[in-house]
Antibody
Framework: QVHLVQSGAEVKKPGASVKVSCKSS????????INWVRQAPGQGLEWMGW????????NYLQKLQGRATLTTDTSTSTAYMELRSLRSDDTALYYC????????????????WGQGTTVTVSS | EIVLTQSPGTLSLSPGERATLSCRAS???????LAWYQQKPGQAPRLLIY???SRATGIPDRFSGSGSGTDFTLTISRLEPEDFAVFYC?????????FGQGTKVEIK
């Protein structure tokens, strides 16, 4: 069975950084990419960025460029999302979701999702 | 950026009734790259429909998708108790990928 398992909830102060992991199993990690999607409390879904499991190429939502970094460790089939200079409006549930291996993450729907990681930013 | 507008915001229906959800795009979207997701409280989204009309693995045939260009529809032919949730459309053919704001289908 295909699974994405994310790391646990985080509480951070404004200005800090957070790094969320997403460990895949049940499929060949390098044959797909990983999207990151966040959901603020009571709000809809926002795509944040994508990383290829094959090449490590990335594509970011423009407003997060410079604050977000996506990486992978192919030896453990794990993707990571780091967000720096956290603000209160970064408080959200962060999901990883399987996607395209190429083409900036386009052309594949997100067919497998992690369980989500709550990130709370509060002083 | 392609903006997706879903309507209505909330749909109040009874089990057994038909649900029709709309997703309108600010510019043309290839139907190949239009998806629908279902999200229940406390759960991650689940892929229902991809390519505008193809059901994902394990999705019952009471769910169907249609449309092209800028207008897409998700139809649930007969609502089951487990179908009440929030539904999102998504385009993944143009960067950045975008989601609609969601339609909540609630029990009347």
């Amino acid at each position: 069975q295909v699974h994405l398992v994310q790391s646990g909830a985080e509480v951070k102060k404004p200005g800090a950084s957070v790094k969320v992991s997403c460990k895949s199993s049940g499929y060949t990690f390098t044959s797909y990419g990983i999207n990151w999607v966040r959901q603020a409390p009571g709000q809809g879904l926002e795509w944040m960025g994508w990383i290829s499991g094959y090449s490590g190429k990335t594509n970011y939502l423009q407003k997060l460029q410079g604050r977000a970094t996506l990486t992978t460790d192919t030896s453990t089939s794990t993707a990571y999302m780091e967000l720096r200079s956290l603000r209160s409006d970064d408080t959200a549930l962060y999901y990883c979701a399987r996607g395209s291996p190429t083409a900036e993450g386009l052309y594949y729907a997100m067919d497998v999702w992690g369980q989500g990681t709550t990130v709370t930013v509060s002083s | 950026e392609i903006v997706l507008t879903q309507s209505p915001g909330t749909l109040s229906l009874s089990p057994g009734e038909r649900a029709t959800l709309s997703c309108r795009a600010s510019q043309s979207v290839s139907s190949t790259y239009l998806a629908w997701y279902q999200q229940k409280p406390g759960q991650a989204p689940r892929l229902l429909i991809y390519g505008a009309s193809s059901r994902a693995t394990g999705i019952p045939d009471r769910f169907s998708g249609s449309g092209s260009g800028t207008d897409f529809t998700l139809t649930i032919s007969r609502l089951e108790p487990e179908d009440f949730a929030v539904f999102y459309c998504q385009q993944h053919g143009s960067s950045p990928q975008t989601f609609g704001q969601g339609t909540k289908v609630e029990i009347k």
